[in-house]
């Protein structure tokens, strides 16, 4: 469900009703009551600048976002809801998000939701590896940018709690990755077999993404590249981490930087 093209056109409806409601009010003689039909333009007129607030700030400000799959544990669980900060990659018009305001470009290890270029009504979140003009290789579950590799540091296993725990018989290393200012984790799965090594250009306007579980992440290395008219903004805080497998609301996680 596009929820931006509904609430677009809720608030110009309302927009239109509010507009209608000022001018039937200068017109009206005075003393005569309101018909139905004028309470009904008067209520909806009402709830005009609410939605225009809310169009804005989540068009151009924040919006909320929920975490549905396990493709970025351990950064992002299955459950949370997280902030993604909508200008950091400049102010886009809502719909068709087209940018009309350059504040900033993604940079490489930045936590990024954008629409899938597969089906632009769905929103996709993964990290961004690879900027425009860059060389990436993904070989022996080590990526290389521009040739060089990219460190991991062994953290031991990841064992994961409620909804996030590993399925029986599985023990995924827990990685350090270092790949853009600050470093960040990532699971590998030692007893599945690696891909097969490929290389990829990314070409000018797109970015390569990938998801920090890796061998469990549909991302670029299936589906391609992001194109620069896909995004949406980058994910910044979670505010909330809902599993009913452990009481419902974990509180350790609200609040919680994504790095």
Known sequence: MDYALIL??????????????????????????????????????????????????????????????????????????????????????????????SLGDPERGDVMVFR????TRVNYIKRVIGLPGDTITY????????????????????????RNRNLPGRRPQLRQEFLGEDPHNILVHPDQPARQTQTWVVPEGH????????????????WGFVPEENLVGRATRIWMHWD??????DFRRIGDKII
């Open 139 to 162: 070989r022996n579950k080590i990526l290389f940018v521009n040739g060089e590799p990219i460190v991991q540091d062994q953290q031991g296993l990841w064992e994961g709690e409620g």
């Open 207 to 222: 970015y390569f993404v990938l998801g920090d579980n890796r061998d469990h992440s549909l991302d670029s290395r299936a």
């Open 244 to 249: 009913c497998s452990r009481g419902c609301i």
């Open 8 to 101: 677009t056109v809720l608030t110009l409806a309302c927009g239109i009703l509010w507009a209608i409601d000022h001018v039937r009010r200068r017109r009206r003689p005075q003393g005569i009551e309101d018909g139905l039909a004028g309470r009904t333009i008067e209520l909806a007129g009402s709830i005009f600048p609410v939605l225009l607030l809310v169009l804005i700030i989540r068009s151009f400000v924040f919006e909320p976002f929920k975490i549905p799959s396990g493709s970025m544990i351990p950064t992002l669980l299955i459950g949370d809801f997280i902030v993604v900060n909508k200008f950091s990659y400049g102010l886009r018009l809502p719909v068709v998000n087209k940018r009309i305001v």
């Open 116 to 119: 899938f270029p597969e089906d």
